[in-house]
């Protein structure tokens, strides 16, 4: 079984998780990212939108992270992730499904921050340009764009923080009277949305909980416990990029919290 991911993505991270909870070997494909090697045209014909991650087993190629965490989780008996009532298995099936909105949210707000700090660092306008019109999709190119040049004052952040909100929210709900997110079990639902919730953590976003959703930071530290966690995400970000996102994202935290306080 081969995956194609990169290291600091958000959506490789769930499927890592997923991978080191079923103890399922794997052989790494990784791609860099900055150098646009998902773009490569091979690539491309495995995974046609130039995204990872893409599993790969067999005669058989997997896109989309929860689709592939889900396929994983069915593999094996070993530590099941997904609950057997209905009504359990629909609740983890809407937060694998809302995990693409988030995602995307997640993806507009480093952008606006994280990338876009790099992309004015490192990159001229116009090489920032010609990168973000390799991408297939004339959405993502709109939104890329808009992000490079409006930073946080995009309306594609207020849309990421009102998708965000409601996550929170709904968490919330669960998080009252438990401590995973279906059938008081650690799951598939919680890794839909971990990596997610710890990236804004790592951008120094946390006071998007801290105050209005105390349960989501309690939550956060038990998946950070365990051992998955270490090996899928904590191990693979070097402390020098720890530190240079949580610096950007406080730097813009000023900004985001005014418009939170709005939506
Ligand atoms: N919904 C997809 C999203 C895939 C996606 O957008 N992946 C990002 C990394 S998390 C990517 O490859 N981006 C390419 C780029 O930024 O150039 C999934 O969850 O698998």
Aim: hydrophobic share 40%; with cysteine.
């Amino acid at each position: 079984m081969k995956l194609f991911h990169n290291n600091n993505s958000v959506c490789s991270q769930k499927v890592r998780v997923t991978l080191a909870e079923k103890q399922i070997p794997w052989d790494s494909e990784h791609l860099d990212l900055s150098k646009n090697e998902q773009s490569d045209p091979q690539y491309m014909k495995l995974n046609p939108e130039g995204v990872v991650p893409t599993l790969v087993d067999g005669d058989m190629v997997l896109r989309e992270s929860s689709v592939i965490a889900e396929y994983l989780d069915q593999l094996s008996d070993h530590n099941p992730l997904a609950p057997t009532d209905p009504r359990d298995l629909a609740a983890m099936h809407l937060w694998l499904t809302r995990a693409i909105e988030i995602h995307a949210a997640i993806n507009s707000l480093t952008f606006a921050t994280l990338m876009r700090q790099n992309q004015l660092r490192d990159s001229t306008p116009e090489q920032v340009k010609a990168r973000i019109a390799t991408f297939p999709n004339p959405q993502i190119r709109s939104k890329r764009l808009d992000l490079y040049r409006n930073g946080v004052n995009s309306p594609y952040v207020a849309g990421a923080l009102f998708t965000l909100k409601r996550m929170f929210e709904d968490m919330s709900v669960v998080l009252e009277s438990a401590d995973w997110l279906t059938a008081g079990q650690y799951g598939l639902s919680d890794i839909a949305v971990i990596a997610y919730v710890d990236r804004l953590d790592r951008l120094g976003m946390s006071g998007l909980w801290t105050e209005d959703f105390p349960k989501i930071d309690p939550w956060l530290r038990a998946n950070q416990a365990r051992p998955s966690y270490k090996t899928a995400i904590d191990d693979l970000i070097p402390p020098a990029a720890a530190e240079a996102s949580r610096k950007v994202g406080a730097e813009a935290w000023p900004q985001i919290k005014t418009i939170w306080a709005d939506i």
